[in-house]
């Protein structure tokens, strides 16, 4: 794969992904003389000792405090190793990627103040595998993501810790192992390396990656239960979705009836039976405007990307360098990134609220009609089949309305009551990928309950699937047999969820309907 070239204005959530999972990036040179220029007004303001926030002033409640020329790069250094004071889980190898590729790509705008330097070695240690160990807990989504940041920066400067090639070390250590040399910070770069959204922007990219993936899994899985079900697809008939044009509401109700083309496992029109529960019944409105919300936050987050979003902000005159001007202004906010991770939230609870209800139907033949046996069991009493899967797919959704509370309708001043509005854009982010991976679970779980109750089908001689259903089902059963007598279901369960979150089925059945 050929390196990314980053220049701090197209990044995209896709480019995200491809560097969480390893793609090497380099910077684009035609950016290195708006960098340069923006780094020769900070050395001429601390030169000139001009009053400019982070430059020559404290930080904080400390903004009136002036910090002379000599006590600049102490500053930097004091910086970064009070604000590392992090909690928490230690963030995955895909997380910090993501990190540190955020952190490069706006600082390669040009506005922060930074050698160009600073950014080589961020994508030097994205390149030869350096990643800083960064606890997941500490940041406010306000004044950036100061404490996971720090995290990420001490290896930088040659302290701290990180992983290098898989195993724990020191930070100077990972660093000299890697063959880099450890960077003095000076005057503005360590307040540019953590005042910003790295944290919240590059998680929230990969967590949006994984909702495309899963809103559409999310159609399959309901498809497949469709037919398990012997339910009917008149409720996808596009003339219906065409009256409330709501246009994902549309392409949802569309990609279904791809998905069930020449299924002969539906119930007949000129049945009695008109119409199916709500869960079936009305996926396209439901996913559809999940499909919204997913929409949503990629357009935020890829925005956000290709922003530069820490403070103080420098500007210079392009035909005059002697005109500057230091901006101090909130840039480094969450608001807009909390917002969207919790409508994201919200959608991803609803797609688990509707896999597990489906997931009931599926096993209760009191719900079914008998269609399909007691918890898609031949021996039920002696065997309790699908009885407790469906159990654990209700206490993640049941969970997931905990965690769906929004994190933005909280805030805490903090600062000695100066930065006193903080979005919690962290919180909301770290709390979208739990429930995403919970998600992610249920729809396995619903995947697999309808994988046996269309074996079951066609045990009683009834007819094929869908072209995308069937494509869907092969895979499943690559991974796991029809389960016949009881047996350990916490394994089949996840080898279906890494399906899900690998985004397998949905590309298979994607390429099935091509």
């Avoid at 069930?260 to 019944?281: E, I």
């Avoid at 269309?454 to 072209?467: L, N, P, T, V």
Wanted: proline letters at 4%.
């Amino acid at each position: 794969m050929k390196p990314l070239v980053i220049s701090g204005r197209d990044l995209k959530i896709d480019d995200v992904m491809a560097v969480a999972q390893g793609q090497e990036v380099v910077l684009d040179t035609a950016v290195l003389p708006h960098i340069n220029r923006s780094r020769r007004a900070v050395e001429k303001l601390v030169r000139e000792g001009q009053i400019a926030y982070g430059i020559t002033t404290g930080f904080g409640r400390f903004k009136d405090k002036f910090i002379s020329a000599d006590e600049s790069l102490q500053l930097q250094l004091n910086l970064v190793r009070s604000h590392a004071a992090g909690t928490g889980p230690i963030l995955p190898e895909p997380q910090v990627r993501a990190m540190l590729l955020a952190r490069a790509n706006t600082l390669a705008q040009g506005y922060s103040g930074v050698r160009p330097l600073v950014i080589q070695r961020l994508l030097d240690m994205l390149n030869l595998g350096v990643h800083p160990r960064v606890p997941a807990q500490g940041s406010l989504g306000a004044s950036g993501d100061l404490a996971p940041l720090a995290h990420l920066t001490l290896p930088l400067i040659g302290e701290g810790e990180a992983f290098y090639n898989g195993t724990l070390m020191l930070g100077g250590e990972a660093m000299s192992a890697a063959g880099l040399e450890p960077i003095t910070l000076q005057a503005k770069e360590g307040l540019a390396l953590l005042n910003g959204t790295a944290f919240m922007v590059g998680l929230g990219a990969l967590v949006v990656r994984r909702a495309i993936n899963l809103a559409l899994t999310a159609d399959i899985a309901a498809a497949l239960t469709l037919e398990a079900l012997r339910g009917t697809d008149r409720a996808y008939d596009d003339r219906v979705h065409q009256l409330r044009p709501h246009p994902r509401q549309i392409d949802c109700a569309n990609f279904l009836r791809q998905i069930l083309a020449g299924s002969q496992m539906l119930r007949a029109k000129t049945s009695k039976n008109v119409q199916d529960p709500y869960t079936l019944r009305c996926v396209p409105q439901v996913h559809g405007a999940v499909r919204d919300s997913v929409a949503y936050a990629r357009w935020v987050l890829e925005i956000e990307l290709n922003s530069v979003n820490d403070n103080p902000l420098i500007f210079v005159d392009e035909e005059d360098e002697e005109k500057i001007e230091v901006i101090s202004a909130g840039n480094f906010h969450g608001e807009p990134i909390a917002l969207a991770m919790d409508y994201l939230k919200l959608a991803l609870t609803e797609i688990g609220n509707m896999s597990e209800r489906r997931m009931a139907q599926l096993v209760d033949a009191n719900s079914n009609g008998g269609v399909l046996p007691m918890f898609l069991t031949e021996h039920g009493g002696l065997e309790s089949g699908f009885m407790i899967a469906q159990y654990s797919a209700a206490a993640l959704a049941s969970e997931n309305k905990v965690l769906a509370h929004p994190a933005s309708a909280d805030t805490i001043p903090s600062s000695a009551n100066i930065e006193d509005h903080v979005s919690m854009g962290a919180t909301a982010v770290r709390q979208a990928e739990l429930i995403m991976t919970h998600v992610e679970t249920i729809v396995a779980i619903e995947l697999l309950s309808a994988a046996q109750g269309i074996d079951f089908r066609r045990s009683y001689g009834e007819g094929k699937q869908g072209i995308g259903t069937q494509a869907a089902y092969d895979l499943i059963r690559e991974q796991v047999p029809f389960i016949a007598e009881d047996c350990y279901m916490a394994p089949l369960i996840e080898k279906v969820r890494q399906l899900v979150h690998d985004g397998e089925i949905k590309q298979v059945v994607e390429a099935a309907v091509a």
